[in-house]
């Protein structure tokens, strides 16, 4: 398997339908259908303009789940000639967003990904006018959950949309209310017979992938700004692996958000939007901000196993035994009445002795960040110091791994301010920013 094909990229507006071909050279092909339901009936010849160039770049983008399974040297692809644009930004997108899965394989892609330029041009992107309409990526947890409702009391244009959504997410945008769009993503079951025959698998970019799925979904749907949900932490990196920063959530940072946006406006659409609307915030900060949406208690779920790629495989509820629960229970304890948070996630973490590596990992005190979508190490240290002051200062994991952190110490009141303080750079543009600022202030 040394030669990883790019094979074809068709939109079928009857089915309404993206398929996308790949190929390893004398060995398996692979069909990934992406479904877009309620799309437009028929494209224009502009609109159908636009949507080949993003769908060309979801091409490139969707197929690292193919190439994961052997990581070959030689790269082909046949539907059209590479430019150097294109090459440099998708060794990138490769590199990093496999830099978890190099890990979890003990490789070193550096010398490995290589994208061949076969054009001396550039691409030229559509200036379509796209509808001034933003849509919400629902993820079934609590930060789309602010962004939502931070919309929504602005009173802007929105529609929800999910990518092959589950119980969690249908059941937090029954709660929201309103118009959502759904899209389903199939990924080639060829792919999973690889894998149980031993090809290498891990983590991929899905926050990436599911981007140029929504660049797509501008056309299809009618809609300029896609607003995510990451906040600032999520450009903090888990560790270092042959000479890259590992990021965990390497298509959550900023340093994706800005290269993707600036990279589908100079190939595919120059009048889209892509920002994420929680990035001047660290996780706290969310936290405190979801913790008065009370009527989302009981549907928002994170736990990873909601999420299950197979659907066969997926549970729903906390499993409060992993690195999501442990987070998620640990950043709402200052600002949710210790009870009603049991009650949400049936059971508490903070005296379960067992848990106690886990939260470690979290503060820092143990290994290194957990390879999960995780707040920083020193916002857990600042919250397990803070519970000091409250009805959780008596568990026993409170006591003892506060005492072990050097930290100040601060009460519910001064962590909240501090949380709700812009400390990242960010990319929202004005109009969205002061909707934020408002919906703090509230």
């Known amino acids: 398997m040394d030669t990883f094909i790019f094979k074809s990229a068709t939109y079928d507006e009857t089915s309404q339908t993206i398929a996308l071909g790949y190929a390893y050279l004398d060995g398996p092909e692979f069909s990934e259908k992406i479904h877009f339901p309620g799309a437009k009936a028929s494209l224009n010849d502009e609109e159908r303009h636009a949507l080949d ?66 054009s001396n041009h550039h691409l030229g992107a559509s200036d379509i006018e796209l509808p001034s309409s933003s849509v919400v990526p629902i993820g079934g947890g609590k930060d789309s959950v602010v962004s939502l409702e931070v919309i929504k009391a602005a009173g802007k244009p929105h529609h929800m949309i999910a990518i092959n959504a589950g119980r969690p997410i249908l059941e937090v945008m029954d709660a929201a209310g309103g118009d959502a769009i759904h899209i389903k993503r199939t990924l080639d079951p060829a792919l999973f017979e690889l894998n149980e025959k031993g090809a290498m698998n891990g983590h991929v970019p899905i926050t990436g992938i599911l981007s140029f799925v929504m660049a797509c979904g501008a056309i299809l749907y009618g809609y300029d700004s896609v607003v995510m949900s990451n906040e600032g932490s999520a450009s903090e990196g888990n560790m270092e692996f042959a000479g890259i920063e590992v990021n965990h959530q390497y298509s959550k940072s900023l340093e994706f958000e800005l290269d993707f946006e600036e990279y589908i406006r100079l190939t595919a659409l120059k009048n889209f939007k892509y920002f994420s609307l929680l990035r001047p915030l660290n996780e706290t900060g969310i936290a405190a901000l979801f913790s008065g949406l009370t009527h989302y208690f009981d549907t928002f779920k994170s736990c990873n196993r909601n999420f299950h790629i197979d659907e066969g495989e997926r549970k729903y509820g906390w499993c409060c035994d992993c690195p999501k629960c442990r987070f998620v229970f640990l950043a709402l304890s200052p600002f949710i009445k210790r009870d009603r948070l049991i009650d949400i996630f049936g059971k508490n973490m903070l005296v379960d002795m067992t848990q106690e590596d886990g939260f470690r990992e979290l503060c820092g005190l143990k290994g290194h960040k957990p390879f999960e979508c995780v707040g920083e190490i020193e916002e857990c240290q600042i919250i397990m110091r803070t519970l000091t002051t409250t009805e959780w200062a008596d568990d026993g994991l409170v006591k003892m791994l506060a005492g072990e952190l050097e930290n100040p110490t601060m009460n519910v009141s001064a962590l909240k301010a501090s949380a709700l303080t812009f400390k990242y750079d960010h990319n929202i543009p004005d109009e969205f920013l002061e909707s934020l600022n408002e919906f703090i202030g509230s």
């Open 53 to 118: 160039l993003a769908m060309r770049q979801l091409h490139l983008a969707a197929g690292i789940s193919y190439y994961k399974a052997y990581c070959p040297r030689d790269i082909r692809v046949e539907n059209h000639r590479m430019t150097k644009e294109e090459a440099d930004f998708f060794f990138k997108f490769y590199r990093h967003g496999l830099g978890e899965f190099s890990v979890e394989n003990n490789i070193d892609l550096s010398g490995v990904i290589r994208f061949p330029v076969t």
